[in-house]
T-cell receptor
């Protein structure tokens, strides 16, 4: 089983729609999680950190389900500028400062 | 100015050539990383360094070497480039007690 798995998409949604997608992880001991955003062939940038059951930042909500070992990202009121690839990132082992990256979920928001 | 810079941004080279990719950071972070990204795959760790005297292999280090010249500089070398090393290469830094990493703009390398 891969350490981090994501639905690659693409999710093609109209402006204003809500889109949600999941990421599953294999290490049940993981305590913190990240969503990074990556625009086409550019560097990943941190979108959101998740340390407990979830986190909300404006139109973005991340939720953590430890029992089923998945993290979800929900984008409300989608904007054209939300079009990107969203990377799910999970620390490998506590204290070793190494990360496992999912391959990414591509979201395209159309006018 | 960007906190993490990479040079060159694009490079086309031929099989067998030696290539060096450079990374510099102004964030004052101790930890530095080199990743490669291929289509459909997550970022994969090549090498990482937690301070100037610390160098560690990642999951795909074969065919690569690194040098940590200073806290702020971490370079990646391909001693004899081969076509399957064609990829997008990212340098990243991390500091303190957080797992968050900050990425450079990437180097697009093509090996013919």
């Amino acid at each position: 089983r891969k350490e981090v798995e994501q639905d690659p998409g693409p999710f093609n949604v109209p402006e204003g729609a809500t889109v949600a997608f999941n990421c599953t992880y294999s290490n049940s001991a993981s305590q913190s999680f990240f969503w990074y955003r990556q625009d086409c062939r550019k560097e990943p940038k941190l979108l959101m950190s998740v340390y407990s059951s979830g986190n909300e930042d404006g139109r973005f909500t991340a939720q953590l389900n430890r029992a089923s070992q998945y993290i979800s990202l929900l984008i409300r009121d989608s904007k054209l500028s939300d079009s990107a690839t969203y990377l799910c990132v999970v620390p490998r082992e506590w204290g070793d400062y190494k990360l496992s990256f999912g391959a990414g979920t591509t979201v395209t928001v159309r006018a | 100015d960007a906190d993490v810079t990479q040079t060159p941004r694009n490079r086309i080279t031929k099989t067998g050539k030696r290539i060096m990719l450079e990374c510099s950071q102004t964030k004052g972070h101790d930890r530095m990383y080199w990743y490669r990204q291929d289509p459909g795959l997550g970022l994969r760790l090549i090498y990482y360094s937690f301070d100037v005297k610390d160098i560690n292999k990642g999951e795909i280090s074969d065919g690569y070497s690194v040098s940590r010249q200073a806290q702020a500089k971490f370079s990646l070398s391909l001693e004899s480039a081969i076509p399957n090393q064609t990829a997008l290469y990212f340098c990243a830094t991390g500091g303190g007690g957080t797992n968050e990493q900050f990425f450079g703009p990437g180097t697009r390398l093509t090996v013919l």
